[in-house]
Structure formats: structure tokens, C-alpha cells
């Protein structure tokens, strides 16, 4: 179990590890992420001061952290080199990982803690929520463009860093395991609840079935397209650059792609109660389509633009039952707030899944206007 208690004279030892010039000059803690520990540290160096993100990463979740960086160094190069080949500073465009003073891509303190460090992305912010159409068609461009930009990174060179993160089938089995163990002894009070999830195995096995007949292909896959993963250019309100790696992994487009629409083109929060104020907002699906699609350039197959609405209901299907699962083995996996919180979100995802399901040859429709 990780010890979350640090003090900044911890931070300040283990960022001597690295191999910055210059001594710090200030230690502010970031308080938005919920799994590793962030700090932004000020370092001095004569007249001049730069900024550097260290972070703990969290062993709990990312049990080979050495993996989570090898494949975080990987694509890191792969894309600033592609931008150096084509005249462009990629200083702010990509992650840049400081080395320590011994070579490694990490550093490992007394009590077993590791840490990381990049380049602070300067003049730049990420927002916890879409505040319009355009900003959402924003952050659908450069998820796009980190697609584009690793698509002919193999893929099959990464880890997983969290097996099965992003499988459905296994989704689902967990999900009968835990109809089945019952640990809260809550099932018998949500079988319409249930009947919804075990009703729609059919769509569980659509993107594996997918990447083994060929019509979606393996890619890179961030596995976790947030708003709050891209950094937005202060001055012209842009995404100049993808963050948050940890769960960069071989997967399909369509779970990226599922993963903001499920997010950032619902109209309510994803635990509202009021489930007559969740839908899926089509002005919104279509902003995020079009960005994602031309960020992409081409590098997609038609047969995988086709299915993306396919993917936003699955990737919302499987939130659901994620969601449920955990209801029912007791709240052991998703902090919640209140007794039927995790049940209160795996019926709004349902709510938006349903949803999905009506307006599927729109959004269809809406997707088949970008293919060129």
C-alpha cells in the first residue's frame, strides 16, 4: 500500500535525483488528479527559472511502473521527432521526460515510492469542463493528432499497463461474477438494473471481434481522452498537448474516441439522479467527431470512422457496468460519497447508453459527413 503522507523535504529529496540544474525555489502541490500525487517545483538557476511536474506514481494502480514508463518514453520520442522532421518545436507539443542523474527513467526513494518528472508545459491550462461546442472540437483535434502522430508506432511494443483496462468481454464477466457473489447482498434490489446490463452482451465483444477480423485496427490508444488530459494553449485556446500517459496502451480508436463522447457530449453530470436530464447531446457528438476525424488525416479506415458511434455506447455500457459491478461488490473500487452513489451513476450511463441507442443512425449520419 502506497503511503500517500509526504512532506515537501520528501519531494525536494527525491527530485535531487533528477537531473535538473538549479535549486528549488518553490514546491505547490496539484490537487485535480485522483491517482498519482502532483507537484509543481520552481527551479532557480542564476537569473533563470523553469518549471518542472513531478509525480508519485501511484504502485497501487500501476503495479510496473518501470513498464508505464518505458512505454510513456516511447511514444514521447516517437512524436517529437515527428514533429523535429517537420520543422516544428515540439517543446510544448509533447511530453518531455527528465531523466535521473544515474539514467533511469524514474526514481525510487528509501520507503519504495517512485518517482517521475517532465518539462512544465508553460502558458498553457486544462479544464475540468467542455464550456462549448468549440472548445470540445478543440480537444477532438488533438486527441486526433496523437492518434495520427503514432500511427505507424507498432503497437504491439507496448505494455499493458492495466491489463484489460479497456476490454468489454472481461468487463462484462466481472459483471456476472458479481451478480453471481453478490458481496452487498444488493442484487435482489436493482433486477431492472441488472436485466439492462446482462440485455446488451451482444455489443461487449464488437471491438475485439473488430481487431481480430481486421475492420479496427491495433493501435496506440491513450485509453483515458478526459478534457482534463489536454493542455490548452493560453493565447489561441488550441490543445497543444496530450498528457496523463499512464494508460497509453495497443487498443482501438473506438475507445478513445467512446471515451470523450461519453463524457463531454452528455448533458449532465455523470452522477446526476434526475435521469430525464441525461442524453447524449448530438451538437456536441458531432463537434467532437469532426475534430477527432480531421486531426486523424486520413489514418483511419472507413470501416473504423463508421463505427465510432458504436464505440461512444460501448465505452458508456462499459463505464455502467463497471460502475454496477462495484455497487454490488460493495463499493470497494470507485470513491463514493453516499450509499447508492456508484448505483446512481451506472443508471445515468445506462440512461446515456439508452439514449445512444435512439439517436444511433444520427449519429451515424453525423459521422459519415467527415469520410472523404
Known amino acids: 500500500m502506497i503511503d500517500f503522507n509526504l512532506t515537501e523535504q520528501d519531494v525536494r529529496n527525491s527530485a535531487a535525483h533528477f537531473a535538473v540544474e538549479g535549486e528549488i525555489v518553490h514546491v505547490e502541490e496539484c490537487c485535480n488528479g485522483h491517482i498519482n500525487r502532483t507537484y509543481f517545483l520552481t ?68 520507503r519504495g515510492t517512485y518517482w517521475r518528472m517532465y518539462d512544465f508545459v508553460e502558458d498553457s491550462d486544462c479544464f475540468m469542463a467542455v464550456e462549448s461546442a468549440e472548445m470540445f472540437e478543440k480537444v477532438a483535434y488533438a486527441f486526433g493528432q496523437f492518434q495520427m502522430q503514432l500511427k505507424d508506432f507498432d503497437a504491439s511494443k507496448l505494455h499493458e499497463s492495466i491489463p484489460n483496462f479497456h476490454n468489454t468481454e472481461w468487463r462484462f464477466d466481472n459483471l456476472l461474477t458479481a451478480i453471481k457473489e453478490n458481496r452487498s447482498g444488493r442484487a435482489h434490489l436493482i433486477p431492472d438494473d441488472i436485466k439492462f446490463a446482462l440485455d446488451r452482451k451482444h455489443i461487449t465483444s464488437y471491438i475485439n471481434k473488430g481487431i481480430a477480423n481486421g475492420t479496427l485496427s491495433l493501435r496506440v490508444t491513450h485509453n483515458d481522452t478526459k478534457l482534463n488530459n489536454i493542455m490548452m494553449d493560453h493565447e489561441t485556446g488550441e490543445g497543444i498537448c496530450v498528457i496523463d500517459l499512464d494508460t497509453v496502451m495497443p487498443g482501438s480508436v ?69 460502475f454496477l459491478s462495484d455497487y454490488l461488490d460493495g463499493d470497494v473500487y470507485f470513491r463514493t460519497e453516499y450509499p447508492d452513489h456508484n448505483l446512481d451513476r451506472a443508471r445515468n450511463q445506462f440512461k446515456l447508453v439508452a439514449d445512444m441507442e435512439a439517436k444511433m443512425a444520427e449519429m451515424d449520419a453525423i459521422v459519415e459527413k467527415y469520410i472523404k
Not at 514508463?69 to 516511447?74: A, D, F, L, T
Open 43 to 110: 527551479y532557480k538557476n542564476g537569473e533563470q527559472t523553469k518549471r518542472y511536474v513531478m509525480q508519485m506514481i501511484n504502485t497501487d494502480i500501476f503495479k510496473k511502473p518501470d513498464e508505464v514508463m518505458e512505454n510513456i518514453v516511447g511514444v514521447t520520442e516517437h512524436i517529437r521527432k515527428g514533429y523535429v522532421e517537420k520543422g516544428i518545436d515540439p517543446t510544448r507539443r509533447a511530453l518531455n521526460v527528465i531523466w535521473t542523474k544515474s539514467g533511469k527513467w524514474g526514481h525510487v526513494d528509501r
Open 254 to 322: 473506438l475507445a478513445d474516441f467512446g471515451d470523450s463522447i461519453r463524457f463531454g457530449a452528455s448533458s449532465a453530470a455523470e452522477d446526476e439522479t434526475d435521469l430525464s436530464k441525461v442524453y447524449c447531446r448530438l451538437d456536441m457528438f458531432e463537434a467532437f467527431a469532426k475534430g477527432f476525424i480531421e486531426g486523424l488525416e486520413g489514418s483511419l479506415s472507413e470501416s473504423e470512422i463508421r463505427a465510432l458511434p458504436m464505440g461512444a455506447m460501448i465505452l458508456t455500457y462499459e463505464t455502467g457496468i463497471r
